[in-house]
């Protein structure tokens, strides 16, 4: 509405004025002789003079001619501050926003950085406790009346073609000391910053050290190793086949136990991997 009604007064000043030569003199002492009012603008008038085009802000005239031309100085102040504040509030208020956005994500970052430093702290214990149990077990196996666990690791294809893996190692557990790993990095799983992980079996097998004892498989994919015949244990290994440029992987987590027997075999194949559904293993995963 105010810029309605400056319009209308500029219209009015300038239909009387538009056609009339006059000489016009600014508040600093500038003189524009036989000069014309070409238009009138919000905040200033456009003169036609023989030297050329050009403009003179309202500010630069006195009063009286403001006042003619329809420009209300106390007005366009009022209106330049409140449209100062309102630029000040709104920056001041972008700022406050990028501010308490960024103490947010500092906050975010200082409570993720505390939540994993005692999930590690957690899965230390986790692993000290789980060498404590291996290490209690060794002692015992060392005196312990054995008997060989034997068996065979390998793949068959769609096509039915078994593929024999050769190297592999094959390590020997005690069932207890597994089950207060596997029960510790479930709990963390579950409640802590690990999301999708547990899907693979290359997570848990990362927690897999101290072996009571160890085997490996030769050219046939053949092991034998040494177990006591009483007592419940654990036999993980793990491998990996190249076909073309593609790595398959495979892992198995199988209780073993030879149930007061000297020999007992267990193969490792496709049908107990740990990403096999309706087996034995402890852990399923996704590979």
Not at 103 to 115: G, P, S, V, W, Y
Not at 134 to 141: G, I, K, N, P, V
Not at 252 to 264: A, R
Not at 278 to 284: D, F, K
Request: proline share 2%; charged share 25%.
């Amino acid at each position: 509405m105010k810029y309605c009604q400056a319009a209308l007064a500029i219209a009015a000043a300038l239909s009387a004025s538009l056609a009339l030569a006059e000489d016009f003199k600014t508040i600093n002492g500038k003189e524009y002789k036989n000069a014309t009012v070409s238009r009138v603008e919000p905040d200033g008038i456009v003169l036609r003079t023989k030297s050329g085009i050009l403009k003179v802000y309202f500010t630069e005239l006195p009063k009286e001619v403001q006042q003619r031309f329809g420009y209300d100085s106390e007005a366009e102040a009022k209106r330049a501050a409140a449209e100062a504040n309102k630029a000040a509030e709104g920056k001041r208020i972008d700022e406050q926003k990028a501010t308490e956005r960024a103490e947010k994500e500092r906050n975010a970052a200082a409570e993720r950085a505390e939540k994993e430093k005692k999930a590690a702290a957690d899965l230390n214990r986790l692993q000290e406790q789980f060498q404590a149990s291996e290490q209690r077990a060794l002692q015992t196996y060392k005196s312990a009346t054995k008997g060989t666990l034997s068996g065979q690791i390998f793949v068959s294809t769609t096509g039915g073609e078994n593929f024999k893996l050769g190297a592999v190692q094959v390590a020997l557990f005690a069932r207890d000391a597994i089950d207060i790993l596997l029960t510790g990095l479930k709990n963390k799983i579950q409640h802590d910053f690990f999301d999708y992980p547990y899907r693979s079996g290359a997570f848990y097998f990362a927690y897999l050290q101290f072996p009571i004892q160890t085997a490996e498989t030769d050219a046939d994919g053949k092991f034998a190793i040494e177990i006591p015949q009483t007592g419940k244990f654990v036999i993980a290994a793990q491998a990996q086949r190249s076909i073309g440029d593609h790595t398959e992987h495979y892992y198995w987590l199988q209780p073993v136990s030879l149930e007061g027997q000297p020999e007992l075999t267990q193969n490792l194949s496709n049908r107990n991997l740990t990403s096999a559904t309706g087996t034995s293993s402890l852990i399923h995963t996704q590979d």
